[in-house]
């Protein structure tokens, strides 16, 4: 059974930095492309960053850019998301999320049950 | 950046009738490269359907996917009270990966 179980989510002062994870299960995770997609409070979803299975390729919306850096360490089946000079409107609910298998193109199949991040003073 | 607008914001409807949620591009998805998914309150995205049409594993067969181009449309065609829940669509093909902003399914 696929699982992906994120962590790390909190409270963090603007400026402030976090640092999500997301342990998979259940499937092999080098051979897959993930994501991070976020919801902000009563919002839709919010493509964020994705990673290739290797992890040498990487891709960021235009609005995190520069300030968070995503990544993974397939021994571990694990994959990260760096949140610096995090601001309010980075206030959400954090998803990983998993392209299928192979695919060099996929949409999300398999979803984590999300990590609340509130940036506030 | 493609841009979906999904339609209506709302849908009021009975169990037992048939459900049409509009997903509209600002410009041409790639080839057969659009999702929807469902989202219940608390819970995280389920994919229903991926190349337009294509149920995912163990969506039932009265979740249905078409269009083209432009326009694309989900259809439940006999709506179960489990079925009552926000609908977003998506596009995979072109970067970023953009969503439409919801449509809430409810119970009339």
């Known amino acids: 059974e696929v699982q992906l179980l994120e962590s790390g989510g909190g409270l963090v002062q603007p400026g402030g930095s976090l640092r999500l994870s997301c342990a998979a299960s259940g499937f092999t995770f080098s051979s897959c492309a993930m994501s991070w997609v976020r919801q902000a409070p009563g919002k839709g979803l919010e493509w964020v960053s994705s990673i290739s299975g290797s992890g040498g390729s990487t891709s960021y919306a235009d609005s995190v850019r520069g300030r968070f850096t995503i990544s993974r360490d397939n021994s571990r089946s694990t994959l990260f998301l760096q949140m610096n000079s995090l601001r309010a409107e980075d206030t959400a609910v954090y998803y990983c999320a998993r392209r299928p298998s192979g695919a060099v193109i996929g949409p999300f199949d398999y979803w984590g049950q999300g990590t609340l991040v509130t940036v506030s003073s | 950046e493609i841009v979906l607008t999904q339609s209506p914001g709302t849908l009021s409807l009975s169990p037992g009738e048939r459900a049409t949620l509009s997903c509209r591009a600002s410009q041409s998805v790639t080839s057969t490269f659009l999702a929807w998914y469902q989202q219940k309150p608390g819970q995280a995205p389920r994919l229903l359907i991926y190349?337009?049409?294509s149920r995912a594993t163990g969506i039932p067969d009265r979740f249905s996917g078409s269009g083209s181009g432009t326009d694309f449309t989900l259809t439940i065609s006999r709506l179960e009270p489990e079925d009552f829940a926000v609908y977003y669509c998506q596009q995979y093909g072109s970067s970023p990966r953009t969503f439409g902003q919801g449509t809430k399914l409810e119970i009339k």
């Open positions: 190349g337009v049409s």
